[in-house]
């Protein structure tokens, strides 16, 4: 079983500052995805990252994946309001493999 | 971006009845669609993988017979919750992959399930 463990699990900060949340695993994945969440809907997709050391930017969110495929970061430069909810990575363990393993999840809350 | 419906987005029923939730890929088609449960604060839980024309594969220690799913086209799958226990009261989201060799899943806006 591929377990992805994110942290922090709550994370409260200003607006304005920066902030990473990690998702971590001892198992490789094919690839990994960011979602993020609001209260009553579905996750919403952020990012793909398939290659091992791969760097992706959405604006101010940098997403990470590591060079073994077993972790991910995401940094959020300047945090707002708006990037308020639950962030979820989630990875698949093989090519084609349909099922989606969700970490844990990090609950972001930005203070204007 | 691909859209992915569900209905009804909220359903209140009393214990014992049963409640069919619908997943929909509205523009594109769908050869897998995944259904996932998620209680509050937490991340969402795989229950099965559904694919068209065929049964559902359900992980370990979701009940078949409790969960009913069907995936009669490749625009829709069903999920039935059978005779329904307070225990069951949750928030089930559906997913859709377009096609084999894609990791991609578009989600649907879930479906809140409260059973009395």
């Known amino acids: 079983t591929q377990l992805l463990e994110q942290s922090p699990q709550f994370l409260s900060i200003q607006e304005g500052e920066n902030l990473t949340v990690y998702c971590n695993s001892s198992?490789?994945?094919?690839?990994l995805q960011w979602y993020r969440q609001e209260p009553g809907e579905g996750p919403v997709l952020l990012v793909t990252?398939?290659?091992?050391?791969e760097v992706k930017k959405l604006k101010r969110l940098t997403f990470q994946f590591g060079d073994a495929r077993k972790d991910s970061s995401l940094h959020i430069t300047a945090a707002q309001p708006g990037d308020t909810g639950l962030y979820l990575c989630?990875?698949?363990?093989?090519?084609?493999?349909?099922?989606?393993?969700f970490g844990t999840g990090t609950r972001l809350t930005i203070i204007p | 971006g691909a859209v992915v419906s569900q209905h009804p987005s909220r359903v209140i029923c009393k214990s014992g009845t049963s409640v069919k939730i619908e997943c929909r890929s509205l523009?594109?088609?769908?050869?897998?669609m995944f259904w996932y449960r998620q209680f509050p604060k937490q991340s969402l839980m795989l229950m099965a993988t559904?694919?068209?024309?065929?049964?559902?594969?359900?992980e370990q220690g979701v009940e078949k017979d409790k969960f009913l799913i069907n995936h009669a086209s490749l625009t829709l799958s069903t999920l039935t919750v059978t005779s329904a226990h307070p225990e069951d009261s949750s928030f089930y989201i559906c997913?859709?992959?377009?096609?084999?060799?894609?990791?991609?899943?578009?989600f649907g806006p879930g479906t809140r399930l409260t059973v009395l």
């Open positions: 198992s490789v994945f094919s690839s």
């Open positions: 990252v398939v290659t091992g050391g």
């Open positions: 989630a990875g698949t363990a093989v090519v084609g493999n349909e099922k989606l393993t």
């Open positions: 523009d594109f088609q769908a050869t897998t």
């Open positions: 997913s859709a992959r377009a096609g084999a060799g894609t990791d991609t899943q578009y």
């Open positions: 559904s694919n068209e024309g065929s049964k559902a594969t359900y």
